[in-house]
């Protein structure tokens, strides 16, 4: 048996901690890390997160020195990847009755991961209140932080903010409080930081906003350190390193059309683009447009997004000829993407992706997107049916402000 921690009253660490060099999203986590799971023992017993799916029984041994499993009312899932969801197995096996209370996309997404259709979920939204009898929690959606599917709790007696992911540290230890840390945190704080939130930092000032009303005594997050000394200043800094900068980021639009459906496109990429503060230009290149002009805006841009229908499986318009040019110019500090419309197999866009694969610049397709923020929903070259109805314009939004991102990341 370790000892207690104790985060609240009557709120307890119940995680563990993996001293490994722990395989983590294609790095090596070289100090470990620890998965923090809660237990608030009020008169509806609530676990709030649980530990990595390869620690599930040592997990219940762990809370079983508080608790009768069994006796858990509610598990509330704040985020599902298994690396804090991973103990739901072997908790719902033990607490039968217990209620899964977690964002309706997370409650589709843990019924499928961990087959339990069956069991009851309470999904909540922003703001949400849940009485667990002697607590209050609520809960805020924060999308992206760092999944699309995540939320954060706060128990508003005990002023502890219960937030996943965010705010936390990869580092193995059992002084899990940041005032008993043997070293600075800072560096391991923001490593973290640039590693895992960075990449969505629109969604940390959004997360921001939400928290700055709540008063809050101490962060418990889901890795490393729980910080309960001067927590202010630890949201201070996440608020900090998500601002958006001031260097000015430049994309260009080039595109080819019959009907207009493929300027229809560039019109949305470039909204999406300019809401992310990208300085966008769009240039419709038809049969004999000055390639020289069109090369030197290529060589002041830090993004240059290629489009054309399809007519009788070709590019449309005069912007192969731009594309020809691709090969001898140096790109390779430039993102690339091929995007367009079509009717039935679009290969003009198949051809723009190859000429950008034949250059040196960095081609932003499906691939990249997945392995640098794990969004699998968008796809890359893009590609549009005809006219983009409602649902694509949304879509072709959001792909532009992937893009942005990864631009200003
Ligand atoms: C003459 C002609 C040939 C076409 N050939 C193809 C084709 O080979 N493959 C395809 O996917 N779509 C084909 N289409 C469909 C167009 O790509 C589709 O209508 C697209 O939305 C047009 O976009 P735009 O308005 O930007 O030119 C063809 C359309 C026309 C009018």
């Not at 039968?96 to 997404?109: F, R």
């Not at 998500?242 to 059309?257: D, R, W």
Request: proline residues 3%.
């Amino acid at each position: 048996m370790t000892k207690e921690i104790k985060v609240a009253e009557n709120a307890y660490w119940v995680g563990y901690v993996d001293d490994r060099k722990v395989p983590f999203h294609r790095l090596t986590l070289e100090k470990g890390t620890t998965y923090n799971s809660y237990l608030l023992k009020t008169e509806k017993p609530t676990v709030i997160d649980t530990v990595d799916i390869s620690f599930g029984k040592i997990f219940i041994d762990k809370l079983s020195e508080h608790i009768d499993p069994a006796e858990i009312k509610y598990i509330v899932i704040n985020h599902v990847e298994p690396d804090h969801s991973g103990g739901l197995p072997a908790l719902t096996n033990k607490a039968k009755d217990a209620v899964i209370v977690t964002t309706e996309l997370g409650a589709k997404e843990l019924k499928e991961m961990y087959r339990l259709h069956d069991r009851e979920f309470l999904i909540v939204k922003d703001g949400d209140k849940l009485d667990i009898g002697g607590k209050q929690l609520i809960f805020f959606e924060t999308p992206y932080l760092h999944t699309e599917e995540t939320m954060i709790t706060y128990c508003i007696e005990d002023k502890v903010l219960y937030p996943c992911d965010i705010f936390s540290t990869h580092v193995a230890t059992y002084k899990l409080f940041n005032d008993l840390a043997a070293e600075d945190i800072t560096e391991d704080f923001e490593v973290y930081y640039q590693l895992i939130m960075h990449p969505h930092r629109p969604y940390v000032q959004d997360m921001i906003k939400k928290i700055e009303n709540l008063e809050i005594e101490t962060i418990a997050p889901s890795h490393g350190y729980i910080l309960r000394d001067n927590p202010q200043k630890y949201i201070d800094s996440y608020d900090r390193m998500s601002k958006p900068t001031n260097e000015e980021k430049n994309a260009l639009i080039l595109y080819s059309t019959m009907t207009g459906n493929t300027r229809t496109i560039a019109k949305e990429l470039r909204e999406g683009l300019e809401e992310k503060g990208i300085i966008t230009k769009v240039i419709n290149v038809k049969k004999n447009a000055d390639v020289n002009q069109i090369k030197e805006e290529i060589e002041n841009s830090d993004l240059i997004l290629f489009g054309s229908s399809t007519r009788y499986a070709d590019i449309v318009g005069g912007i192969e000829e731009v594309l020809k040019e691709l090969a001898e110019m140096d790109l390779s500090d430039k993102f690339g993407v091929a995007f367009g419309s079509y009717g039935w197999s679009g290969e003009a866009i198949e051809v723009i992706n190859d000429y950008l694969e034949d250059s040196n610049i960095k081609v932003i397709d499906s691939s990249l997107i997945i392995k640098s923020t794990g969004i699998d929903d968008l796809k890359f070259p893009i590609r549009v049916k005809f006219s983009p109805g409602e649902i694509e314009s949304q879509s072709l939004k959001e792909s532009a402000y992937v893009v942005g991102d990864l631009l200003l990341a």
